[in-house]
């Protein structure tokens, strides 16, 4: 295009001749012509296809394949369209229609054609319209709109038949702007020729405003260039559409199905960037969006997005807040935006516009959000948006097949659960009561396989004296469709037990999905045997209550008394109607303080047992013993059980024990001081003969260094004499420690104890091996080892090996002292351990040492025997056995039961004295 700024030696551009711009009108009003030819061929069923050249080749679309985008093409095309009837009332307008006549398309539909055109083309339309045989009309015409509003118009007007019915279709084509057109040109040439005559200087403007006059044609030409392609992108949309639809229907994968419409959404609105989102409803208070898939998003981006809340500062969060569609044209002048994280991402994922739709089910839920992004700033048109909308409408309805499906496959698991795992059996029998169906609960109540019940007669698992009822309820069910009869059968379960059920049938018979009869059974049995059990502890406890020896009373907080069993009407000498009209007042002793303690005891808890005195029909008073508690019976009402026990003779006897034990502790108490007393001689006699033993044992040894021959011998038996004296002295104090220590036992460590009484006599063969354990014991422990091993050395005689192991046994610690001396008979062994008695072939001693070890070891809380070293042979030697608790888990265990014992050979580097 030139430029309207010419310089002075450039000659002026030539303006079209007049005769040019005519021709020009006829090629438009010959291609109008040819379109009105066309869509006039297409109503009257003379075109069956169409013939359309795309970059992919020549397409061929029939009408019925192409009725979609055809309703589309008259809804988005700039013509105005309307469907007429005979009297000139508008059936059907489009919106451009309404835009033409400026007035709401609701307000276009129904009004007659008449009242909105021109006056001067009123009658000659209204003689098109009624024209008995009528080809139509093309022509220029004038409609008035609203206010008055008038618009020149081209009109096409062409006969129709709609089911029998005569109606006209009109098309009318805005020829305002022509009309400029013409009307400026006019005045153009008009200037033209009076500047022409006026001065030269005249056409230099005239070029300029022709010139602009050009460059607006050529303006509009563009516009009808850009038409023309949004109607070719409409086509296509609408294409992509229906390809989606399609898919919808056939398509098994939802998935692909998203991808479909991220593909479709990017086309449609030549956006950059796609995402579909569905909404968990139950994530937070508004919700929480999660992203199903998207369409070049960065890998933050897809991250950071995955779950969008409604407080999150993007379109999404934005949508889901308010509900409604979010289109932001550039998001760096974005208020809701401004300062959050999501702005950033944004930017970064390269994203400068975004509009984001809601995805509402076509029950008003709302499903999710499709969004498109752009990477420079864009504003949708009006187009984009409607297509998005289309696109919206099937991606709601994708994710309301999704939730659906998953529901019912939600449901169905659901259901396979509860049937799999519930207590109740559910079985479908056929019409004439085969088993089709038993859920697999049959296996846990009735030991039966379900497969193994298929096709079985329930008849076959009844008990003889129910089939009656039940072929009744069978008959009765049949009759009844779909109303629930009750039953309870006995039926035989796997291992020949019956079995009480509950059932609960119903007639299905007639729905296809079971086409049986529908029975649930419930297992009773354990309620049944319950409900026996209770009448006979019923039973039971009113005959306790009858034969009680103590009297029992059912009575009221108020002190009312409902009943009364025998024995209460033998203590107090009424009969059970004299009892019930006296209440409470007349059988207790008002006077007795404790009656109102005891009242508010058993307000406060609930419960009170102690003594009150009681009054007879006679008058006399009796103290008695009462037991009484709250219970609320079955209707509500709280009622009290009282027991009362007549304790006249207790309390007798109570009196004359403590007279008797008012004796006994005057007794044990002169006992006690008579026990001091000889405690006091025994300790100044212990005490005295110990010295005296000291002091003869030092002249002994000095005997026995000076004296020759047999004397020698008498003096060394003069010592052993003064040494068992000794040691009897050190068994008494033993036994008087154990009679007057406490009883307190505490951790001992028995490794130890072992291993220091053996250290006390050298020179004996002594092998051990003991577990490092504590036992409960008292400082009095070592004299059991020191007597046991002492009675081995001693007794065992000449080249006796003695043998100390311990072991550990469920919380216990075994100790066995085993020699080889010559052994303990059997006749002798239970009453070794008594005191004074001394084993045969043992030597001499004063009988207390095992005495004292029996003490001990029974004392804390273990036991002792002396058996056979091998079992059998007594001469071969003797084996005291003792055992203890042990003091706590953690412990070191020694050998476990069954494990080899020490060996009675010695080993390598074995000492004959001491411990090894």
Not at 502 to 528: S, W, Y
Not at 681 to 689: A, P
Request: proline share 4%.
């Amino acid at each position: 295009m030139q430029s309207s700024k010419q310089s002075p030696d450039t000659d002026p551009p030539r303006l079209p001749r007049k005769e040019e711009l005519l021709r020009v009108l006829e090629d438009l009003y010959g291609g109008f012509a040819e379109a009105e030819e066309t869509l006039s061929a297409i109503r009257r069923g003379e075109v069956d296809a169409f013939l359309v050249s795309t970059d992919e080749g020549e397409k061929v679309y029939t009408l019925k394949t192409a009725e979609h985008p055809y309703r589309v093409l008259i809804e988005q095309m700039q013509e105005g369209a309307a469907i007429l009837s005979v009297d000139g009332t508008i059936l059907y307008g489009n919106r451009s229609l309404a835009r033409l006549l400026q007035m709401p398309l609701e307000k276009v539909l129904g009004e007659s054609i008449h009242a909105i055109i021109a006056p001067s083309y009123a009658e000659e339309f209204r003689r098109v319209l009624e024209a008995e045989s009528n080809s139509g009309s093309i022509g220029e015409s004038t409609l008035e709109g609203r206010e008055g509003g008038r618009v020149p118009v081209h009109l096409s007007l062409q006969p129709l038949s709609m089911d029998g019915m005569r109606a006209f279709s009109l098309v009318a084509t805005d020829l305002t702007e022509r009309k400029q057109a013409e009307e400026t040109l006019r005045r153009a040439y008009d200037d033209l020729e009076d500047r022409v005559r006026e001065r030269t200087a005249e056409l230099a403007r005239t070029n300029a405003r022709l010139q602009v006059e050009i460059e607006e044609r050529t303006r509009a030409q563009e516009a009808l260039r850009r038409s023309e392609q949004s109607l070719a992108e409409e086509l296509d949309a609408a294409r992509r559409l229906q390809q989606v639809s399609t898919q919808l229907i056939q398509a098994d994968r939802v998935e692909t199905l998203y991808e479909e419409i991220l593909d479709t959404a990017v086309t449609i609105l030549h956006a950059d960037f796609a995402s579909i989102q569905m909404l968990h409803p139950d994530r937070g208070a508004g919700g929480e969006l999660r992203l199903l898939g998207h369409r070049g998003f960065t890998e933050e981006a897809a991250k950071f997005w995955e779950w969008v809340r409604p407080d999150s500062g993007s379109s999404c969060g934005e949508a889901l807040s308010t509900g409604r569609r979010v289109v932001v044209t550039d998001i760096r002048d974005c208020e809701f935006l401004a300062g959050s994280p999501d702005r950033e991402v944004y930017l970064r994922a390269g994203i400068r516009a975004v509009q984001t739709t809601p995805l509402y089910s076509r029950s008003g839920i709302l499903l999710g959000m499709l969004s498109t992004h752009w990477r420079r700033p864009h504003d949708p048109t009006q187009n984009e948006l409607r297509s998005i909308d289309l696109l919206a409408r099937q991606a709601a309805d994708l994710i309301d097949r999704k939730r659906a499906e998953e529901a019912l496959r939600a449901n169905e698991e659901r259901f396979r659960l509860l049937t799999e795992n519930a207590s109740d059996i559910v079985v479908v029998l056929d019409a004439t009561g085969h088993i089709k169906y038993a859920s697999p609960s049959v296996r846990q109540v009735g030991g039966y396989a379900p497969e193994g019940l298929i096709g079985r007669n329930i008849i076959e698992l009844l008990h003889p004296g129910d089939l009656l009822p039940a072929m009744d309820a069978l008959r009765t069910s049949a009759t009844h469709p779909k109303e629930r009869m009750t039953l309870e059968v006995r039926v035989r379960d796997a291992s020949g037990d019956w079995l009480h059920l509950d059932l609960i049938g119903v007639n299905l018979l007639e729905e296809p999905a079971v086409r049986g009869f529908l029975v649930n059974a419930r297992d009773v049995t354990e309620q049944r045997q319950a409900a026996k059990i209770l009448r006979e502890s019923e039973e039971k406890y009113r005959n306790l209550v009858e034969n009680s020896i103590d009297a029992v009373l059912l009575t009221a907080p108020d002190g009312s008394i409902y009943a009364a069993n025998a024995e209460a009407c033998r203590i107090f000498g009424m009969t059970e109607e004299e009892l019930i009209r006296a209440g409470r007042d007349g059988i207790v002793d008002l006077a007795d303080p404790r009656l109102r303690p005891a009242l508010e005891e058993r307000g406060r808890k609930g419960r009170f047992k102690g003594e009150l005195r009681f009054r007879r029909r006679d008058g006399t008073v009796f103290p008695g013993e009462i037991s009484s508690a709250v219970f609320t019976d079955r209707e509500g009402n709280v009622r009290m059980t009282t027991f009362i026990q007549d304790i006249t003779g207790r309390k007798r006897g109570e009196e004359a024990l403590a007279r008797h034990t008012e004796a006994l502790i005057r007794a044990s108490r002169e006992v006690e001081a008579a026990r001091d007393e000889a405690n006091i001689y025994l300790d100044i006699m212990t005490h005295d003969v110990r010295n005296a033993n000291n002091v003869s044992s030092m002249y002994a040894d000095l005997f026995i260094e000076l004296a020759e021959g047999e004397m020698k011998t008498y003096a060394r038996k003069l010592q052993e004499s003064i040494g068992r004296s000794t040691e009897i002295l050190k068994n008494v104090a033993t036994i008087r420690r154990t009679q007057q220590d406490s009883d307190r036992l505490v951790p001992v460590n028995l490794d130890a104890v072992a291993r220091e009484e053996i250290a006390n006599f050298p020179g004996a063969s002594i092998r051990y091996q003991g577990a490092h354990a504590e036992v409960l014991a008292d400082g009095l422990l070592p004299t059991v080892f020191n007597n046991l091993i002492g009675n081995a050395v001693k007794h065992g005689g000449p080249g006796v090996e003695v043998t100390v192991w311990t072991e550990t046994r469920d919380g216990e610690v075994c100790v066995s002292v085993e020699d080889t001396g010559p052994g303990i008979p059997d006749e002798i062994k239970k009453r070794l351990f008594t005191r004074f008695e001394r084993g045969m072939a043992r030597g001499s001693g004063q009988g207390l040492g095992l005495f004292i070890v029996r003490t001990l070891v029974l004392r804390y809380g273990g036991e002792v025997r002396v058996d056979d070293r091998i079992p059998g042979r007594p001469e071969c030697g003797a084996a005291f056995r003792f055992s203890l608790r042990q003091a706590g888990p953690g412990r070191v265990r020694g050998p476990e039961p069954g494990a080899e014992r020490p060996s009675r050979a010695a080993t390598e580097g074995e000492a004959r004295s001491g411990v090894r």
